[in-house]
Antibody, heavy 124, light 107 residues
Framework: VQLVESGGGLVKPGGSLRLSCAASGFTFSDYNFNWVRQAPGKGLEWVSTISSSSNYMFYADSVRGRFTVSRDNAKNSLYLQMNSLRAEDTAVYYC??????????????????WGQGTLVTVSS | DIQMTQSPSSLSASVGDRVTITCQASQNINNYLNWYQHKPGRAPKLLIYDASNLETGVPSRFSGSGSGTDFTFTISSLQPEDFATYYCQQYDNIPVTFGQGTRLDIK
């Protein structure tokens, strides 16, 4: 079971960046997925959740309207499109597997595994 | 949003010590409380899920307890590899929320 993020880097305020997460070793389409970030010197902050079939997406108030989560189950991939980036979005972004969901129920209310993270730096 | 109050924020201890961290939720979270270990430059690691269940492969010196709004995480005998930051997390409601973390370092 492995998650590998990519796409981080240095971007100017107001700019955009797209993060990707490649999953392997399990049935990607059975699980909800999440993005979690950690700003320098700060704790963990949940950013977004997408359901297994992309039926619903949730966002933290701090990113709603600027970030868009998506997934491609055929490619076992998760994405985070980040627009209108601000200095306070500077963080390591983690891709994290969440709930296991069938058509009738969800289980596994925990985050595991986590990717190694990708650093996003927003600075002029 | 459910607020998670974790304490202490930092802790100094020695190898072999027993360590306890507490986490209080602002409302009942139906035992959907998880604990993670995070080391610098590494991915966070799940240790305890649903308040008291030990994740597969995690040493038995780690344990969790509690219900409703009050939860406890314990390391029974600290090992050198346990010095890290620990977070609680509630997964009862969206937004998922984390405690502010407990940094555990060597005395």
């Amino acid at each position: 079971v492995q998650l590998v993020e990519s796409g981080g880097g240095l971007v100017k305020p107001g700019g955009s960046l797209r993060l990707s997460c490649a999953a392997s070793g399990f049935t990607f389409s059975d699980y909800n997925f999440n993005w979690v970030r950690q700003a320098p010197g700060k704790g963990l902050e949940w950013v977004s959740t997408i359901s297994s079939s992309s039926n619903y997406m949730f966002y933290a108030d701090s990113v709603r309207g600027r970030f868009t989560v998506s997934r491609d189950n055929a490619k076992n991939s998760l994405y985070l499109q980040m627009n209108s980036l601000r200095a306070e979005d500077t963080a390591v972004y983690y891709c994290v597997r969440g709930k296991y969901c069938t058509n009738t129920y969800c289980s596994r209310r925990w985050f595991d595994p986590w990717g190694q993270g990708t650093l996003v730096t927003v600075s002029s | 949003d459910i607020q998670m109050t974790q304490s202490p924020s930092s802790l100094s201890a020695s190898v072999g010590d027993r360590v306890t961290i507490t986490c209080q939720a602002s409302q009942n979270i139906n035992n959907y409380l998880n604990w993670y270990q995070h080391k610098p430059g590494r991915a966070p690691k799940l240790l305890i899920y649903d308040a008291s269940n030990l994740e597969t492969g995690v040493p038995s010196r780690f344990s969790g307890s509690g219900s409703g709004t009050d939860f406890t995480f314990t390391i029974s005998s600290l090992q050198p590899e346990d010095f890290a930051t620990y977070y609680c997390q509630q997964y009862d409601n969206i937004p998922v929320t984390f405690g502010q973390g407990t940094r555990l370092d060597i005395k």
